[in-house]
Nanobody, 122 residues
Framework: QVQLMESGGGSVRTGGSLRLSCQAS?????MGWFRQAPGMERERVAT????????NYRDVVQGRFTISPDKAKHTIYLQMNSLHPDDSGVYYC??????????????????WGQGTQVTVSS
């Protein structure tokens, strides 16, 4: 069992920045962030793979969001810049311990954080 502890989030205006962090209680194969807006499906934001060091971003956040891993602390940080209202939602830290070709879909995820609200106002 892996526990995920999230911090960060909050409210900003369009163009602002926020930083999220997520610490896992143990080793994981992949860690990342998903988000969910009201009435919408949960969608992947970005994923980090520990074995390769690869990071995959959702197209709409590419160039604005950055994952920074701290392997020694089992922690990933998500720096979100140039935020706009479409980025609003509950952001969930996500992780998987066992290997799988991808950690891109909610069905690939074994562990979830409690979620943190991100609100971007115009």
């Amino acid at each position: 069992q892996v526990q995920l502890m999230e911090s960060g989030g909050g409210s900003v205006r369009t163009g602002g920045s926020l930083r999220l962090s997520c610490q896992a209680s143990g080793d994981t194969y992949c860690m990342g962030w998903f988000r969910q807006a009201p009435g919408m499906e949960r969608e992947r934001v970005a994923t980090f793979y520990y074995d390769t060091g690869n990071i995959n971003y959702r197209d709409v956040v590419q160039g604005r969001f950055t994952i920074s891993p701290d392997k020694a602390k089992h922690t990933i940080y998500l720096q979100m810049n140039s935020l706009h209202p479409d980025d609003s939602g509950v952001y969930y830290c996500a992780a998987r311990r066992s290997w799988r070709p991808s950690c891109s879909d909610p069905g690939d995820i074994e562990y979830w954080g409690q979620g943190t609200q991100v609100t971007v106002s115009s």
